[in-house]
Every structure is written in structure tokens, then in C-alpha cells.
């Protein structure tokens, strides 16, 4: 079946503007994770959602940016006011429950010039 | 905080056998994971351990300790292929999964 999908693959945007990232994950999965990684870095925690519900919110680097999920399915990551030091890969991860295997989408390259 | 170590970067030969070292806090320890990802593609998944011991797939093996707070990826008859980044993940209570940086692995002819 259909793996996580992420889009936009890429995105390149100016200083000061905002951004979405979408995140499909696979159908069926409660459990969704957005990450960060930096070129050459490990993966950096943002946040967690359990059906609709965050319950782990502490990752998210600055109140620039934020994260909701719909229906138990589709999640936008959305960062306000980007700074170049926002510039990475944000991937998507899903897994059927907590504490389970993530399946990992392709991520979104953002580059903030 | 809820460090994850291991080696940054290691070195090995075509059909050599590798050991990737991880630590980590034990306080809340619920389960290791491994993934592999290679340069500008997302982590697969490699294994899960929740209970001691080793878990053997195919040429790859994880094991657990987890009074010890340590794990091991053993990678067997290594081919240029695994030339890849191996990250270790705790899942802790706050079901936050923690990443170490990865190490680096270079497997030359």
C-alpha cells in the first residue's frame, strides 16, 4: 500500500514569509511524529500527535511554529515568520500505535534564503 | 535530558563484521529502535527491542541491555551497500522517541 507522503518535496522561501509542510501517513496509523534534521545532524524531535491530539508539544523549537491534525490523517506543520535558521529537512513519520515501528515519509527540504 | 551516544563516524572492509555502540538514560526506558538512512533519503527501520538479549535478522542483529542502558547493532558480511548512517531511538514514557546523531558508516572494497 501507499507509503507517508509529504509535500511540498521542496521549498525554497524568503525570510519573514510563512510556510506548511503537509504530511500524509499511512491509512489506518494513530500515531504521527514530525522531525527536523539539519544537513548532517540527527533527527530532532518536534512533536507528536495521538489521533487529533499533540500531547507532547515541547520540541517545537519556538512559538513560530505550530502543528494540527485532522481527522485522525492529514498533518500540516506550519511555521510562521521563517528565519534561515529554520532551513532543513522536516520529516513525517507514522506508526499503527505509540511505541511502535515509524514509517518515515520522503521529507521536505525547506530552505529559507 | 535523555542523551543518546553513539560513535559518530566508523570504518570497515567488504565482508567484515561491525559493532555500532549506543548508551542511553534508562530512567522511563520503554523500547530501542534502529534505523538505517542513507545520504538524502529518510530512516528505514531496522529493529525494536523491548526485552534483553539479541535479536538476529538476516545479516543484521540488535542487542539490549537494559540495566546496562546499551545496545548494539551488529551488521555481518557488510557490503558497499550498508555504507549508510545508523541511527539508535529510545522511546521513553513521555512517548517521545529520542534520536542519537547517528553513526556514519563507510564500507570500503
Known amino acids: 500500500g501507499a507509503g507517508v507522503s509529504q509535500s511540498p518535496s521542496n521549498k525554497v522561501t524568503e525570510k519573514g514569509k510563512d510556510v506548511e509542510l503537509r504530511c500524509d501517513p499511512i491509512s489506518g496509523h494513530t500515531a504521527l511524529y514530525w522531525y527536523r534534521q539539519s544537513l548532517g545532524q540527527g533527527l530532532e524531535f518536534l512533536i507528536y500527535?495521538?489521533?487529533?491530539?499533540?500531547?507532547?508539544k515541547s520540541g517545537l523549537p519556538s512559538d513560530r511554529f505550530s502543528a494540527e491534525r485532522t481527522g485522525g490523517s492529514v498533518s500540516t506543520l506550519t511555521i510562521q515568520r521563517t528565519q534561515q535558521e529554520d532551513s532543513a529537512v522536516y520529516l513525517c513519520?507514522?506508526?499503527?500505535?505509540?511505541?511502535?515501528?515509524?514509517?518515515f515519509g520522503p521529507g521536505t527540504r525547506l530552505t529559507v534564503l | 535530558g535523555q542523551n543518546i551516544d553513539q560513535p559518530t563516524e566508523m570504518t570497515a572492509t567488504e565482508g567484515a563484521i561491525v559493532q555500532i555502540n549506543c548508551t542511553y538514560q534508562t530512567s522511563g526506558f520503554n523500547g530501542l529502535f534502529w534505523y538505517q538512512q542513507h545520504a538524502g533519503e529518510a530512516p528505514t527501520f531496522l529493529s525494536y527491542n523491548v526485552l534483553d538479549g539479541l535479536e538476529e535478522k538476516g545479516r543484521f542483529s540488535s542487542f539490549l541491555s537494559r540495566s546496562k542502558g546499551y545496545s548494539y547493532l551488529l551488521l555481518k558480511e557488510l557490503q558497499m551497500k550498508d555504507s549508510a548512517s545508523y541511527l539508535c531511538a529510545v522511546s521513553y514514557n513521555t512517548d517521545k522517541l529520542i534520536f542519537g546523531t547517528g553513526t556514519r558508516l563507510q564500507v570500503f572494497p
Open positions: 513519520a507514522s506508526s499503527l500505535w505509540d511505541d511502535n515501528e515509524q514509517f
Open positions: 500527535f495521538q489521533g487529533n491530539s499533540a500531547p507532547d
